[in-house]
């Protein structure tokens, strides 16, 4: 049903533009001038019925469940959802949605299959009611747009105040999504702060994110600190970094200075393959290959080596940074002005003294703009260290133990049955916060070095 | 041989002398650099060729499937045409297999079901549904070829090692001899797994395939495209064409920067709570996966856009502007044309990015057990990514080299997308 009204708005706008191009051709061939080409007529009509139809029914869309699940529980035996929670209406709500679409277990009672039926003629009405909607408001523009046709209509600058509107909300989108990351993330985290206390959240040292099953459950408390889980990003991101920044940094210099055309045209598109690799594959590279070989070497040399070490999370992650880090040092090289190149070079400095001294010092801000990117992605990393780095919250800054991160944190928190009323699953938004604003300062930050940079020399 | 002067000496070094001297040393130290930088450059290759490599050896042997061919009876005493789709298959198939093996006494049930477990759990389903669609069949003998089970696949691909201590494998001599009977019988051989593709999830390895994955990343990346394509070029062009400069459209694009840059599980945060919590659209959905990688994209072809728009010449707006066109014919007419290989490459490459990405499917619930391909978007699915994911926390063992199958899946996908993006930029991009 919802595909005929896309249908019914489709060819009905189509109509519309048909019969406002002839009426505009008619008028133009009975010798008056038109203001504007009949296609734009055409087009002025076409815009008119899409735009609103169309958000008409995207919003009669997104109502359409929540008001139908409204009202088959409001429609219930009065009585029959006296003294349950939320959690266990939804179950309710759920079986009776079931039900409806057939696929029933056991022997539901009878109000559950009343209702269920309730649910099907709902659906199937609020199918129907959406489709003669659509037909009668394309009736009625089609009918509207039809009566404006005339000779002095002004129909292009209708058509293209139409697009601008367009346009702005094209680009509006961009702050409706941030807006709506803020607000999301911003609303369960002060619902979890309501649960647990922002100083404990904060400078807790304990993180357990357990809630006890039954009320009178003793000791399973859970404990909500996020220091060792950030401990544990900041150990995997010190190491990712420690490998990245050397090798990032050695092989821009290397292919902006030294290298032959014929190896810097082979090496680019080999690192941009290692900057285009999915994190998926990286984390199974890390249990694949990398845990493996840390481990056996640890027990060759005789040092104890966790199952998920740091050390094989970040130095694969260290590994995807490099194409990002050496990206960033040659776009800063680049933009050293060649007459301080040229400078150093004239009064003999050999190629390496002009990189080190003159070039390097001088791309300094725009490399640090990009290892702080670098950082705030090894922060925001999240399907390696899921893979490779371990579960529990480990307060230690040795990158051969196994230790837990922010994002390792929020995915297994939110895997698996989520409801949104424990500390439980709250805690990985309050966690999204700090990942949000830890980020998001870096980002800023990093950015403007980079921009500010780019103007002083450009 | 002269001999110089003490004192003198010092005068007689010119700058160009002490030059001299250090020129090795300071030649020595270039080369110092350049062999850090070649060796820095070559680990990071070689770490590129360790992934390569060891994804290859892994993953080249879930391409083909050991499967065996049975001459099975179709025994009327076990399945009729009344009872029809039930009947028992797997003893109808237990028998097959032991007609091969002389050894084995059919009566024995505790050995029948040795021998049953040869065969893929999924190879009563096969005959099922080969019966069901010709029952005519019950009574005859047929032909079949049926997948072995995991632990005969991986002895058949030699990733069983026969010679671990019995107790420790697991496979034991019983069975290793059975499995030696059946393939001097010439009943078992490695054919082309076309089932990797052609197949949903399953629990047992030798039966799951990607195409519940394939089909859901298909989806997904349907909607990301319909929704950020327009929005983003639609973004772009505004803020790069007509936008006037003041503070709202410097936010935006200070926005956009940032948003490019947020960490992708956060992305998966937002979905959870808007368009799963608040909107209450399904759960594993690849409809919703596409609406957050819809999100995620955006910047990526919003920044690619502009940069596309700004590469045009001014003298074409110009030109079409002298000619008494509006500013929307300009752009809509002739920048945006010109600018479309270029828009089109971003695109590409921007959802590129997207099927790999998985944090944010993992939180939508893009990771469930799911054994049928998804027809609608509004199905629950599995992604690639995701479906990788499961399979590397599966505890099988042929799930390791399907793991890495399914990997090269999805690099080849990857490649192609990329490959195309860079023949539309080296076909169609012009330099002005």
Known sequence: MTTLAFAILLVASLAAYALNRRAATTIRDGGARLHSVSNYHGLFALLLMLVPVLVVILIWLVLQGPVVNAMVMWALPAGTLDG?????????????????????????EPWKLAAAAHLTELRELAALGLVLLTALLCLAIMYVARRKVA?????????ERIISGLMIFCSVAAIFTTVGIVASLAFETYKFLRLVPLTEFLFGLNWEPQIPIRADQIAAAGAFGWLPVI???????????FIAVPIGLLSAIYLFEFAPKRIRSVAKPLLEILAGVPTVVYGFFAILVVAPAIRSLGASMGIPVAPNTALAAGGVMGIMLVPFISSFADDALSAVPRSMRDGALALGATRAETVLNVLFPAAIPGIVGGVLLAVSRAIGETMIVVMAAGLMANLTLNPLESVTTVTVQIVTLLIGDTSFDNP????????????FIVTLIINIFALRIVRKYREAYD | MTDIPSGSGAVARTTMDKVHGSLARRHRKQLILQIFGITAISLAFLMLFILLASLITTGHKAFTQTEITLEVFIDPEEISVERLPRGNFTNVLAAAVAADLPSVDQQDRAEMRVVGGILSNGAQFQLRDRVVEEPELIGQTITISVPVSDPYDQLHKDLLDRETPENLRRLDDTQIAYYDRLVENGAIAASLNTGLLTNADSRFPELAGLKGAIMGSFWALLTCFLISFPLGIGAAIYLEEFAPKNKLSDFIEVNINNLAAVPSVVFGLLALSVFIGLFGLPRSAPFVGGLTLALMTMPTIIIATRAALKAVPPSIREAALGLGASKQQVVFGHVVPLAMPGILTGTIIGLAQALGETAPLLLIGMNAFITSAPATPFDSATALPTQIFIWADSPERGFVSRTSAAILVLLTFLIMMNAIAIYLRSKFERKW
Not at chain 1, 89 to 95: H, P, T, V, W, Y
Not at chain 1, 151 to 159: H, I, K, L, S
């Open chain 1, 84 to 108: 349950l929670d939320t959690g266990q209406a939804d179950l309710i709500l759920a079986e009776i949605q079931s039900i409806s679409g057939g696929r029933i277990f056991g022997d539901p």
């Open chain 1, 151 to 159: 000779a002095g209509f002004r129909a292009r600058q209708g058509v």
């Open chain 1, 231 to 241: 401990a544990g990003t900041i150990v995997i991101t010190f190491v990712a970094i």
């Open chain 1, 424 to 435: 439980k699953t709250l805690a990985a938004f309050a966690l999204g916060m700090m990942l």
